[in-house]
């Protein structure tokens, strides 16, 4: 089964900070979701990257899809204390089903 | 906007019981799923269904669990007899699609505590 890895596994913040969160695999991904989960609560689709290279933004969230499709990350401008959550990146590796990293736990304090 | 329902949101049950966790997917989706997140840890395949019958499944999803799709509108999860370790949120899933880009969207969850 392959593996998602995603980092750091907990990040503190101040309110207006900015950040960044990874997740990469040793494999090439079909494509990439971004969920964020709230405790209590199913994980919410944030985004899904397709293609190598690919941007996307939401508002304050910029997300990028690495060149070889092995990694991906999430960028947070300005963050707010609403982002706090668990954030958690999922893949269909070729031939497999529905896999889910670990989750980076952000906590941003007013 | 439309989004997976799931009742009930908390159960709970006795060892060797079975329970029913039930689903409504979006209206238009034609793959269903279950997943299951044992607390502080990762979010789990369970199964996927489509077209009525089990598509793929993972080691966990072994005899003692079961899929259905009873009318046209539900999808359920049915264990047999819960075992201590099967307590765990339970999530379920639906997409149009299956292709490399298709997109889950997800239930609130059923939290199923076995005593």
């Known amino acids: 089964t392959q593996l998602l890895e995603q980092s750091p596994q907990f990040l503190s913040i101040q309110e207006g900070e900015n950040l960044t969160v990874y997740c990469n695999s040793s494999?090439?991904?079909?494509?990439l979701q971004w969920y964020r989960q709230e405790p209590g609560e199913g994980p919410v689709l944030l985004v899904t990257?397709?293609?190598?290279?690919e941007v996307k933004k939401l508002k304050r969230l910029t997300f990028q899809f690495g060149d070889a499709r092995k990694d991906s990350s999430l960028h947070i401008t300005a963050a707010q204390t609403g982002d706090t959550g668990l954030y958690l990146c999922a893949t269909t590796f070729y031939g497999q089903n529905f896999v889910f990293g670990p989750g980076t736990r952000l906590s941003v304090l007013p | 906007e439309p989004e997976v329902t799931q009742t009930p949101s908390h159960q709970v049950t006795q060892m060797g019981q079975e329970v029913i966790l039930r689903c409504v997917p979006i209206?238009?989706?034609?793959?269903f799923y279950w997943y299951r997140q044992i607390l502080g840890q990762k979010v789990e395949f369970l199964v996927s269904?489509?077209?009525?019958?089990?598509?793929?499944k993972s080691e966990i999803f072994d005899d003692q669990f079961s899929v259905e799709r009873p009318d046209g509108s539900n999808f359920t999860l049915k264990i047999r007899s819960t075992k201590l370790e099967d307590s765990a949120m339970y999530f379920c899933a639906s997409s149009e699609g299956h292709s490399r880009s298709y997109e889950q969207y997800f239930g609130p969850g059923t939290r199923l505590t076995v005593t």
């Open positions: 494999s090439v991904f079909s494509s």
């Open positions: 209206s238009n989706h034609l793959y």
């Open positions: 269904f489509y077209n009525n019958e089990i598509s793929e």
């Open positions: 990257v397709v293609t190598g290279g």
